[in-house]
């Protein structure tokens, strides 16, 4: 076989026992590698409903047949758990060297299972595995844990490791590597947290299978061609993601204030035209020619890497405004290993909730103090921090009342920068993203802004279902970065192209489709299985999009309409299969080849 290694290292760290288990070809050219290799792996290893943070749960760090192989931003790779955040399935994608490794490791994935009862790293040369004390490690920040990982075991290695928030369990703790990558959004850096694992260390040096190589350098050589280019690249070299945060302005989706408004006076003070001029370094994944990582010196003097959803969440969300302040909570955020959307989410629900007179403890808008000691507690969980790493979803719940209203999350997953008042296609987007509320799966508000902005239409609802199968089908499976083609424009074509010289199997985009399809349905019947059962309104906006009209800009007044949300959804649920209440059909489930699901289904809803 070609294109995959067909087999992964089941690793327990209760029993610090290691064994290789085969993976069927059915399974990688039905899921093909990444998030779909993740959720097919994690339905049958972990048991259903079990606790997101005890041993039983089990951590899957997955490749793609694209990752690690020289073609276009290709160093990336997932890691993927049920959710302490949200109770189902999470993951996230993160660019780091451990993807090449883990390619050139003679694996597709790690399964990591059980718990070490000490702090533990695991040593990975070319799939052998040494159980290795993290004692000297547990507590220190992710850069001086990197450092050290780095002196002892040189530079030619990939690293995934946790912070303090993920040893402390904070609900929304990510994976980083490399000083400035972040993945795994829902938790998953609490799971390596509870079973006491500090750090993954791969090493690999084996040549992986790809069916014509000669092809493959030749469609890479043009593609990175493509790219260099592109209209777009000069300027996306420049401002990277950052130049979101003058078109979100502009087009009032601009989260501000805990998503109240969708415009600040004060943009420039964080703007990716400012950035530009605090540049000082520029940093990025493996094998990618369009790096983004912007580095600016920060409030203290430390390099701190910055993005959109960063700046937007720990800068508007919370007004903040000072470009550099930003950047040192961005910095501390990835030394303590924390999501930087959900903690931006966090504050600012706090903040409103202490405006409202609902909390005890007052923290005002745009206390950079405040925000700097909250960040540093909460990964720590001291204090207030302790709340506040709990996640938006549980502190409303515990506040309770008008606090349900300003809660801004779907499925307990905190939403990320785009302020949706006024653009139901992103709000379905969010609703409907098979991890909670993120724009990695479908950011259809650049398209949505461009045409016909308020319109609830069925043709918005196919376009959103074609991103979702792209974006979090396509690019989370094969897996590589996805922003070679939204950001400038590298045709997709070049994919299907890609995975047949690799595979050496005939692949179009419609049959990546149709496993995208199947990715995100077994991804559904996840939910549902570890939830007992599916309604409709857990696939909803929040309420404040509904309720709280905008009071500022053109759009001032204005807000979702929730019958024709609703309409959107039914549309939605038809396009893929799915009932009213958003349960996969059976005849769905026959057709995508997810039969084993049936069985479990049926013992939890009606299927029709
Ligand atoms: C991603 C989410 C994003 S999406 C951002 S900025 W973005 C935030 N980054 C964080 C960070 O940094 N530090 C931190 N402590 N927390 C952070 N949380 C937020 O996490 C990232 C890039 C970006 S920058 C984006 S859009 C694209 N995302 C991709 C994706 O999801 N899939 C894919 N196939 N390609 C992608 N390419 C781009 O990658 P999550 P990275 Mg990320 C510092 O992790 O959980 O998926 O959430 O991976 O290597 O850091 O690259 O404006
Ligand atoms: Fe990484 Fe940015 Fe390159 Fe994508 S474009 S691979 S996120 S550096």
Sequence with gaps: ????????????????????????????????????????????????????????????????????????????????SKSPLTN??????????????LKHSGYDALIITGASKKPVYLYIENGKVDFRSAEDLWGLDTFTTEEKLVREHGRNIGILEIGPAGEHMVRYATVISQKGRSGGRPGMGAVMGS?????????????????????????????????????????????????????????????????REGMWELYETISGDLMEKLKIDRRGCPYCNMQCGNVVSDDVGEESELDYENVAMLGSNILLENLKR???????????????????????FYMEASERGLVKERVEWGDFKAVREITIDTAYRRGLGAFIAEGVMRMARSIGGEALDFAMHVKGLEVSAYNCHTTPGMALAYGTSSIGAHHKDAWIISYEVR???????????????FLQNMRGGMFESLTTCRLPWVEVGLDLEYYPRFLSAVTGLKWSLDDISVSANRIYTLIRAFWIREYMGWSSSMDYPPTRWFKHPLT??????????????SEMLKIYYEIRGWDENGVPKKETLIKLGLDFTIPVLEDIVKLR
Aim: no cysteine; net charge positive; glycine share 10%.
């Design 195 to 259: 079973k006491k694992l500090k750090a993954i260390v791969i090493k690999g040096n084996m040549e992986p299978p790809i069916a014509d190589k000669e092809a493959l350098r030749k469609i890479s050589e043009e593609s990175y061609k493509k790219i260099q280019g592109s209209d777009n690249y000069d300027y996306w070299i420049r401002q990277g993601t950052m130049s979101t945060i003058q078109w979100s302005h502009q087009n009032s989706v601009l989260p501000t204030m805990n998503f």
């Design 1 to 80: 076989m070609y294109g995959w290694w067909g087999k992964a290292l089941l690793i327990d760290l209760t029993k610090s026992k290691v064994k290789e288990v085969s993976i069927e070809p059915d399974i990688l050219h039905g899921f093909i590698g990444g998030r779909g290799l993740a959720v097919r792996l994690l339905w049958d290893l972990i048991p259903p409903g079990v606790d997101p943070l005890s041993p039983y749960n089990a951590l899957i760090v997955a490749s793609g047949p694209l990752s690690g192989l020289p073609l276009p931003s290709s160093g990336k790779l997932v890691v993927a």
């Design 451 to 465: 045409t016909d902005r308020s319109s609830y239409s069925r043709d918005k609802v196919e376009r959103l279902i």
């Design 326 to 348: 930003v950047a040192e909570i961005n910095k501390l955020a990835d030394k303590l290993g924390v999501d930087t959307i959900s903690l931006g989410n966090s504050i600012g």
């Design 88 to 101: 189902g399935y999470g993951d996230g994608n993160i660019g780091s060297m451990a993807s090449h490794h």
């Design 552 to 565: 500022k800009g053109p759009y001032a007044g204005s807000h979702l309409d929730i019958s024709k949300y």
